[in-house]
Protein backbone atom coordinates (compact mmCIF):
# COMPACT_ATOMS: atom_id res chain seq x y z
CA UNK A 1 0.00 0.00 0.00
CA UNK A 2 3.07 2.01 1.02
CA UNK A 3 4.43 1.65 -2.43
CA UNK A 4 1.22 2.67 -4.26
CA UNK A 5 1.07 6.40 -2.46
CA UNK A 6 5.06 7.16 -3.61
CA UNK A 7 4.13 5.83 -7.07
CA UNK A 8 0.65 8.68 -6.71
CA UNK A 9 2.88 10.91 -5.28
CA UNK A 10 5.93 10.59 -7.63
CA UNK A 11 3.30 10.92 -10.55
CA UNK A 12 1.81 14.09 -9.55
CA UNK A 13 5.06 15.92 -8.72
CA UNK A 14 5.91 14.80 -12.45
CA UNK A 15 3.24 15.79 -13.99
CA UNK A 16 3.09 19.62 -11.97
CA UNK A 17 6.76 19.80 -13.27
CA UNK A 18 6.14 18.78 -16.61
CA UNK A 19 3.02 21.35 -17.00
CA UNK A 20 5.16 23.99 -15.44
CA UNK A 21 8.39 23.45 -17.62
CA UNK A 22 5.48 23.62 -20.86
CA UNK A 23 4.96 27.32 -19.97
CA UNK A 24 7.58 29.47 -21.41
CA UNK A 25 7.94 33.25 -21.95
CA UNK A 26 8.71 35.04 -24.84
CA UNK A 27 12.32 36.87 -24.26
CA UNK A 28 12.73 39.03 -27.65
CA UNK A 29 11.04 42.08 -28.02
CA UNK A 30 9.06 40.54 -31.05
CA UNK A 31 9.05 36.81 -32.20
CA UNK A 32 7.19 35.28 -34.69
CA UNK A 33 4.79 31.85 -34.49
CA UNK A 34 5.16 30.33 -38.32
CA UNK A 35 4.09 27.30 -39.64
CA UNK A 36 6.67 25.16 -40.09
CA UNK A 37 9.88 24.84 -37.97
CA UNK A 38 12.04 27.72 -40.07
CA UNK A 39 12.75 30.70 -39.97
CA UNK A 40 11.35 30.86 -43.68
CA UNK A 41 8.08 29.53 -42.62
CA UNK A 42 4.90 32.01 -42.91
CA UNK A 43 4.02 33.99 -39.75
CA UNK A 44 1.13 33.07 -38.38
CA UNK A 45 1.34 35.65 -35.48
CA UNK A 46 3.56 37.99 -33.66
CA UNK A 47 4.18 37.38 -29.64
CA UNK A 48 6.05 40.26 -27.44
CA UNK A 49 8.49 40.17 -24.54
CA UNK A 50 6.96 39.17 -21.41
CA UNK A 51 3.32 37.12 -23.01
CA UNK A 52 2.98 33.65 -21.84
CA UNK A 53 3.16 30.90 -24.38
CA UNK A 54 2.78 26.75 -24.17
CA UNK A 55 5.09 24.64 -25.60
CA UNK A 56 2.95 21.66 -27.56
CA UNK A 57 6.26 19.87 -28.77
CA UNK A 58 9.62 20.41 -30.13
CA UNK A 59 11.60 19.38 -33.36
CA UNK A 60 15.47 20.30 -32.87
CA UNK A 61 15.47 23.93 -31.85
CA UNK A 62 12.01 24.50 -32.59
CA UNK A 63 8.74 24.87 -30.09
CA UNK A 64 5.34 24.52 -31.60
CA UNK A 65 3.36 26.60 -29.12
CA UNK A 66 -0.05 28.02 -28.30
CA UNK A 67 -0.55 31.51 -27.63
CA UNK A 68 -4.11 33.00 -27.46
CA UNK A 69 -5.77 31.62 -29.77
CA UNK A 70 -2.66 30.90 -32.47
CA UNK A 71 -0.24 27.94 -32.66
CA UNK A 72 2.73 28.05 -34.12
CA UNK A 73 7.02 27.51 -34.44
CA UNK A 74 9.20 29.35 -33.06
CA UNK A 75 12.74 28.97 -32.11
CA UNK A 76 13.78 28.09 -28.65
CA UNK A 77 16.41 31.22 -28.30
CA UNK A 78 13.44 33.79 -28.54
CA UNK A 79 11.88 31.64 -25.41
CA UNK A 80 12.91 31.14 -21.76
CA UNK A 81 11.67 29.34 -18.92
CA UNK A 82 11.95 32.40 -16.33
CA UNK A 83 8.86 34.11 -16.03
CA UNK A 84 8.87 37.70 -16.76
CA UNK A 85 6.74 40.04 -14.69
CA UNK A 86 6.18 43.11 -16.20
CA UNK A 87 4.03 44.56 -13.08
CA UNK A 88 4.95 44.88 -9.94
CA UNK A 89 2.74 42.69 -7.47
CA UNK A 90 2.09 40.51 -9.80
CA UNK A 91 1.94 36.73 -7.62
CA UNK A 92 4.40 34.59 -9.61
CA UNK A 93 7.06 37.26 -8.70
CA UNK A 94 9.51 34.48 -7.23
CA UNK A 95 10.31 33.30 -10.47
CA UNK A 96 10.61 36.38 -12.76
CA UNK A 97 13.21 38.37 -14.04
CA UNK A 98 15.24 40.16 -11.65
CA UNK A 99 14.63 44.70 -11.36
CA UNK A 100 18.65 44.26 -13.02
CA UNK A 101 17.54 41.87 -15.77
CA UNK A 102 14.56 43.80 -16.67
CA UNK A 103 16.64 47.50 -17.23
CA UNK A 104 19.45 45.13 -19.22
CA UNK A 105 16.42 43.98 -21.41
CA UNK A 106 14.96 47.61 -21.88
CA UNK A 107 18.30 49.37 -22.27
CA UNK A 108 18.85 47.14 -25.75
CA UNK A 109 21.97 48.75 -27.85
CA UNK A 110 19.77 52.26 -28.27
CA UNK A 111 22.04 55.06 -29.93
CA UNK A 112 23.22 56.74 -26.43
CA UNK A 113 24.56 52.70 -25.73
CA UNK A 114 25.99 52.94 -29.30
CA UNK A 115 27.42 56.03 -29.43
CA UNK A 116 29.70 55.49 -26.22
CA UNK A 117 30.60 51.57 -28.39
CA UNK A 118 31.75 53.64 -31.34
CA UNK A 119 33.76 56.09 -28.96
CA UNK A 120 35.82 52.95 -27.27
CA UNK A 121 36.52 51.78 -30.73
CA UNK A 122 37.20 54.56 -32.84
CA UNK A 123 39.72 52.36 -34.65
CA UNK A 124 36.71 50.38 -36.25
CA UNK A 125 35.28 51.29 -39.53
CA UNK A 126 31.28 50.67 -38.90
CA UNK A 127 30.39 52.53 -42.41
CA UNK A 128 29.59 48.57 -43.61
CA UNK A 129 27.57 48.27 -39.84
CA UNK A 130 25.36 51.41 -40.59
CA UNK A 131 24.78 50.09 -44.51
CA UNK A 132 24.10 46.74 -43.22
CA UNK A 133 21.18 48.11 -40.79
CA UNK A 134 19.65 49.49 -43.42
CA UNK A 135 19.18 46.75 -45.73
CA UNK A 136 15.93 44.05 -45.77
CA UNK A 137 15.34 41.21 -47.19
CA UNK A 138 12.02 39.34 -47.44
CA UNK A 139 11.63 35.63 -47.03
CA UNK A 140 11.05 35.65 -50.21
CA UNK A 141 14.08 36.63 -50.97
CA UNK A 142 16.15 34.74 -48.51
CA UNK A 143 14.30 31.62 -49.93
CA UNK A 144 15.38 32.18 -53.82
CA UNK A 145 19.08 32.80 -51.93
CA UNK A 146 19.18 29.52 -50.61
CA UNK A 147 18.19 27.94 -53.96
CA UNK A 148 19.69 29.77 -56.11
CA UNK A 149 22.89 28.40 -53.83
CA UNK A 150 21.94 25.01 -53.13
CA UNK A 151 21.76 25.64 -49.70
CA UNK A 152 18.89 24.20 -47.33
CA UNK A 153 17.64 25.77 -44.08
CA UNK A 154 17.23 23.82 -40.98
CA UNK A 155 13.85 21.74 -41.29
CA UNK A 156 13.15 23.09 -44.73
CA UNK A 157 12.74 20.80 -47.96
CA UNK A 158 13.83 23.54 -50.49
Excluded: C
Excluded at 67 to 90: C, K
Excluded at 97 to 103: H, K, L, R, V, Y
Amino acid sequence: MKTKWIMAATLLVGLAVSAQAARMSVQVREGHLRDRPSFLGTVVTAVEYGDRVEVKRHQGPWRYVAFADREGWIHESALTRQRIVMEAGEVDVAGAATQEEMALAGKGFSAEVEQEFRAQHAEIDFSWVDRMEQMAVTADRLAAFLREGGLKAEGDNL
